[in-house]
Nanobody
């Protein structure tokens, strides 16, 4: 099965930047949608970005649009989340996740329930 391992979390001051990495292994599908999610204590899991390997399309909700950028390096089997101009409300555990997108009916979504494979998460803490 697909295994995802996040790294790059840590402490950063508001306005700073951080880059998260998600290394994948055990690929079985030819195509995936890979997403980044975050969850703070007592809050729902929130999608912050996703990228489709089929056409490289990306999506960002308004909460992070213009600040976060998702990208991938297929030679390293890694997806990145570049986070700039971080805010205190960005503090959360960040997870990468994926679902297979080989079917002709594939689509891009940030609904957590659509994602089948999840990493264990990496903590991001933003403070002034």
């Amino acid at each position: 099965q697909l295994q995802l391992v996040e790294s790059g979390g840590g402490f950063v001051q508001a306005g700073g930047s951080l880059r998260l990495s998600c290394a994948g292994s055990g690929f079985t599908a030819d195509h995936y949608v890979i997403g980044w999610f975050r969850q703070a204590p007592g809050k729902e899991r929130e999608g912050v970005s996703c990228i489709a390997t089929r056409d490289e399309t990306t999506y960002y909700p308004d909460s992070v649009k213009g600040r976060f950028t998702i990208s991938r390096d297929s030679t390293k089997n890694t997806v990145y989340l570049q986070m700039n101009n971080l805010k205190a409300e960005d503090t959360a555990t960040y997870y990468c996740a994926a679902y297979g997108a080989d079917a002709s009916s594939w689509y891009v979504t940030l609904r957590p329930n659509e994602y089948d494979f999840w990493g264990r998460g990496t903590q991001v803490t933003v403070s002034a």
